[in-house]
């Protein structure tokens, strides 16, 4: 009897199975699920955390052991989303004997995926896994980060369960995958401060230079042994300072403070006081020369006097750092310091969780 019950269960699963989603394993009733989380996040233009229903998307590729069959595209072909942050997705997947190569790309709002919690059809941008590489296809139009200045993380990890322990809880630890996401881009601010001591003078609109899009896709390609992810692109055109990048215009919304409208009080000590008038402008890693041009307007005695001055340096972003440009303004001129050079900071903690199903 407990014989024909096991049968019975076992046709139920595998038809359910192969009815409802058929790219993915078959799932015998011991299984155990596949969960996924985040062992840590770089800050991001997120700030400290996702926000509820962000999240990104995972594919995992398994190799079974010589001799069983193999089961690719373990989350379907582009990918599963899964959701912050309880870090759940659907349709369950369960871990197998074998090995695991996963890859990760975030924000899951800026990708389409063969799963998600909506319904989508898989259409450019989307992504598709290799063993240790992830391509992103942006179809032949390429990935324009001046229009969608998507902060994309990406995320590589390879896993040996030939011993069947992932899923188990080892040391009062549950063995899953846990991700660790690195920026692909990286990350401009733009400072100033005013020198006059009897005038207030205020921003109106700076254009910044630099590359625009890519020529279709980004190819990531993960080095297991270094744990370094090296991307390949073709950016259009060249980098020239008529090649306007973004032209970002002063904040007008009422209820804004003087330093948040763009207004630069008189010095009155010292040192300079600088604000923050760009503080996350994500570009292409890349070497060129970094053109800013401002306009400012003078604003003595009610007075408007506006002028128009650029600046040109030499640049070269690399992944994963933030480059803090600034200026300081006279009314005969702009002065521009070589900008200072740091990694963007990471979080002291894992954001890992249990995940929900």
């Not at 080892?170 to 020198?195: C, E, P, R, Y």
């Not at 390609?221 to 090649?243: C, H, V, W």
Request: aromatic fraction near 10%.
């Amino acid at each position: 009897m407990k014989r024909l019950q096991h049968i019975i269960l076992t046709f139920l699963l595998l038809a359910s199975g192969c009815n409802k989603h058929s790219d993915l394993p078959v799932i015998q009733p011991e299984s155990r699920p596949i969960e996924v989380g985040i062992a840590s996040l770089t800050k991001a233009v997120f700030n400290d955390a996702l926000p509820s229903g962000e999240g990104f998307v995972v594919w995992a590729q398994c190799v079974k052991p010589e001799g069983t069959s193999t089961d690719n595209a373990v989350f379907g072909t582009g990918g599963t989303k899964v959701y912050a942050p309880s870090w759940n997705y659907s349709p369950t997947r369960y871990w197998q004997k074998g090995t695991y190569s996963f890859a990760a790309v975030l924000p899951a709002s800026a990708f389409n995926a063969s799963h998600a919690a909506t319904t989508e059809t898989l259409t450019v941008p989307y992504g598709t896994q290799g063993i240790n590489s992830l391509t992103l296809n942006f179809g032949t139009g390429g990935y324009n980060l001046a229009v969608e200045q998507d902060d994309i993380m990406v995320a590589f990890t390879n896993i040996d369960n030939t011993n069947s322990t992932m899923g188990t809880t080892i040391d009062g630890v549950l063995q899953k995958a846990s991700l660790t996401f690195k920026h692909q881009f990286a990350l401009v601010t733009i400072q100033a401060a005013n020198l006059e001591s009897r005038t207030t003078i205020r921003i109106d609109e700076i254009k910044v230079s630099g590359n625009k899009s890519t020529v279709g896709d980004i190819v990531l390609t993960y080095n297991p042994e270094s744990g370094i992810i090296s991307s390949q692109y073709t950016l259009a055109g060249s980098t020239t300072k008529t090649d306007v990048y973004q032209t970002i215009q002063r904040p007008t919304q009422s209820g804004l403070s003087a330093a948040n409208d763009w207004r630069l009080s008189p010095n009155t000590g010292t040192q300079p006081t600088y604000d923050t008038l760009i503080p996350d402008l994500l570009v292409f890693p890349e070497t060129c020369n970094f053109t800013i041009e401002v306009k400012y307007t003078d604003l003595y005695n009610d007075r408007e006097i506006t002028t128009t001055k650029t600046g040109t340096l030499p640049a070269t972003w690399e992944a994963g750092k933030k480059y803090n440009y600034s200026f300081t303004i006279e009314l005969d001129g702009i002065t521009f310091a070589e900008p200072t050079v740091q990694p963007w900071p990471t979080q002291s903690t894992s954001i890992d969780t249990e995940l929900e199903m």
